[in-house]
């Protein structure tokens, strides 16, 4: 029965799908050893700009991503791209990340944007500052475009790994989020905080406080991605 139903849900997660979603599940496939070494890890470190919070009922407008590999942002390797959104009247989060109204309705589809984002992924671990909204909202963008709301990525939070490398020894809920905001953080570590409030310079600036952490992280003996995670 138990081999009947896994069998079900495997056909059902590889079913009629688009070809990128084939691709990415196939990617998926090829997961990445704990013991990987921390220098030799892929990582896809990413941003998103939103009309909002709400993760139910707005709508990512922007992504940004650039891979980190061997030490190094790999500013060749990255990703950006503006997606096409109705976006209410009196919505103010334009005052944020600056993209107006008349630029998201010239986006591409959101279905074109997943395709793009998730060959550029692959298998990658993928990084976030506060990852959790980002990858909430992903998951709204994939059921919207009727795919299974599931990454099979590994997933590193910045903020999370910042709290743990600077306290190990207490817990992550006694700190105040605003300490570890991206902002925080760059100016704690004498980080560039130019061209913030974009997807694509939220995303390199992420990757530069990864390296940080990655360097703080190899100091205390963590050497594999497996000690990361």
Not at 86 to 91: H, K, L, S, W
Not at 113 to 125: E, W
Request: aromatic share 8%; glycine share 6%.
């Amino acid at each position: 029965m138990i081999r009947w139903l896994k069998k079900l849900r495997e056909k059902q997660e590889t079913g009629p799908f688009p070809e990128f979603w084939q691709r990415y599940q196939q990617a998926g496939k090829l997961s990445v050893p704990a013991t990987t070494p921390l220098a030799a890890a892929d990582f896809v470190v990413f941003d998103t700009e939103t009309t909002g919070f709400d993760k139910k009922n707005d709508r990512v407008i922007s992504i940004g991503a650039v891979r980190v590999h061997q030490g190094q942002v790999l500013v060749s390797e990255s990703f950006e791209c503006l997606l096409r959104q109705e976006v209410a009247p009196g919505n103010k989060s334009a005052e944020i990340h600056g993209i107006l109204p008349s630029q998201i309705r010239l986006g591409m589809k959101e279905e074109d944007a997943l395709a793009y984002f998730l060959d550029f992924i692959g298998n990658a671990v993928l990084v976030g500052h506060y990852i959790g909204f980002d990858i909430g909202m992903l998951k709204q963008m994939l059921k919207r475009n009727h795919l299974p709301p599931k990454l099979h990525n590994q997933m590193i939070d910045t903020a999370q790994l910042a709290i743990r490398l600077e306290h190990p020894l207490k817990s992550p809920d006694s700190y105040r989020r605003s300490d570890f905001s991206l902002d925080a953080l760059s100016k704690r570590y004498r980080l560039p905080r130019e061209d913030r409030h974009t997807a694509s310079g939220d995303a390199f600036a992420t990757a530069l406080l990864l390296l940080k952490l990655l360097a703080q992280a190899k100091q205390r003996n963590m050497t594999t991605l497996g000690d990361l995670l």
